[in-house]
């Protein structure tokens, strides 16, 4: 009698749809995690050490810099702990990351921006519950938290895929 190649293939399935998953929450935990270290940086930078508000963008730079050197190994070290980093990992990761930060993440939110029906709807509910956002406030949190939303799903994959894509060779392969 032959074995059931369904059943094995849908356990192997089962099993790295359950890998994939504790990857997206650990993911998930981690980049909130460096998110706040981002903005804590960026706040104590642009209030703290630098204080002109011409050179926000310096304190923007540099908390970024920062923040993907620390966000590369969180991810490494964490997220992605059961796979092999090589050099190519580390140069894939921060190409990605520029590209990311100087031609995908600016055109999303300007795309983002352009949701101004969204925007007036939340407008409109923030006003009439008299919470002190300016319309500004609403559509620029709105466009960095759906930019957000949408770089978040791409690293995942883009890390995922290529960047800790191997699995550690272990004793037992």
Not at 36 to 65: C, M, P, Q
């Amino acid at each position: 009698m032959e074995p059931d190649l369904s059943v094995k293939t849908t356990r192997a399935q089962a099993t790295k749809d359950v890998k994939t998953s504790r990857h997206a929450i650990r993911y998930l935990i981690v980049g909130i995690c460096v998110t706040g270290f981002n903005y804590a940086l960026f706040a104590i930078l642009s209030n703290l050490v630098i204080k002109n508000n011409d050179l926000i963008w310096l304190s923007n730079f540099i908390a970024t810099a920062v923040t993907t050197i620390v966000a590369y190994f969180a991810h490494s070290k964490i997220t992605w702990k059961e796979r092999t980093v090589t050099k190519h990992s580390i140069i894939r990761f921060f190409i990605w990351n520029a590209i990311l930060t100087i031609a995908i993440a600016p055109a999303f939110t300007q795309l983002f921006s352009l949701f101004t029906p969204l925007y007036e709807f939340a407008f409109n509910i923030t006003s009439a519950i008299h919470l002190p956002f300016t319309y500004e406030f609403v559509l620029t949190t709105g466009a960095f938290v759906l930019n957000s939303v949408v770089i978040m799903i791409l690293n995942f994959l883009f890390y995922d895929r290529f960047v800790f894509g191997k699995k550690k060779a272990t004793n037992e392969d």
